[in-house]
Nanobody
Framework: QVQLVESGGGSVQSGGSLRLSCAASRFTYNRGCMGWFRQATGKEREGVAE???????TYADSVKGRFTISRDNAKNTLFLQMSSLKPEDTAIYYC???????????????????????WGQGTQVTVSS
């Protein structure tokens, strides 16, 4: 059973930065997607960023240029560096993992909830104005 444990959430003022981490245990896909999602109070969960085995990344338009996703495969750890945070970034942030898709001669990930199988418990990020 894959386990994902997030850390690094907290409270920060608008314009500040936070770095989230996700420790993954027993994630043995040879080619796997890892991603970050978030869910604000009263809203649906949405994709923030994903990274595939070749370190190709996809970001939601709302975080492009402010957030950076990265992974350390040797340590089975996923990161999300968040900068220039805004109050609308306030949410519970979830780490997720799943298999890559194959099509058209290449592997790829899709930043959608249904594309990910394993989920962490989430970490709260609060940005005050």
């Amino acid at each position: 059973q894959v386990q994902l444990v997030e850390s690094g959430g907290g409270s920060v003022q608008s314009g500040g930065s936070l770095r989230l981490s996700c420790a993954a245990s027993r994630f043995t896909y040879n080619r796997g997607c890892m991603g970050w999602f978030r869910q604000a109070t009263g809203k649906e969960r949405e994709g923030v960023a994903e990274i595939d085995s070749d370190d190709s990344t996809t970001y939601a338009d709302s975080v492009k240029g402010r957030f950076t996703i990265s992974r350390d495969n040797a340590k089975n750890t996923l990161f999300l560096q968040m900068s220039s945070l805004k109050p609308e970034d306030t949410a519970i942030y979830y780490c997720a993992a799943g298999p890559e898709y194959y099509g058209g001669g290449y592997y790829y990930c899709v930043l959608k909830i249904e594309s990910f199988i394993y989920w962490g418990q989430g970490t709260q990020v609060t940005v005050s104005s």
